[in-house]
């Protein structure tokens, strides 16, 4: 996922995507006051979408990926 910036002058949060061609384009979020959070295993941040909301002081990783990913480092802790 692509780094979001906060724009100095107006506040809002905006969003870089890299294009398929490798130029950058720098995109203001349609809804820049939604909360948001850090996953703890890779760092993107998660938005806060109608889907997640109910869900939302429950919601730690991103994606399955980094779920998985986290509950395999658990186990390695484990038996270590």
Known sequence: MDP????LKHGALKGVRTM???SKVIYEMKKPN???KLCKV???MIARTRRVAREWERIQYCSA???RLASA???IA???
Do not use: K, T, W, Y
């Open 20 to 22: 398929s061609h490798g």
């Open 65 to 67: 990926v980094c779920r």
């Open 73 to 75: 480092q658990e186990r």
């Open 78 to 80: 484990a038996a270590s």
């Open 4 to 7: 979001m910036i906060v724009c």
């Open 42 to 44: 890779c760092g993107d």
């Open 34 to 36: 939604l909360p948001a």
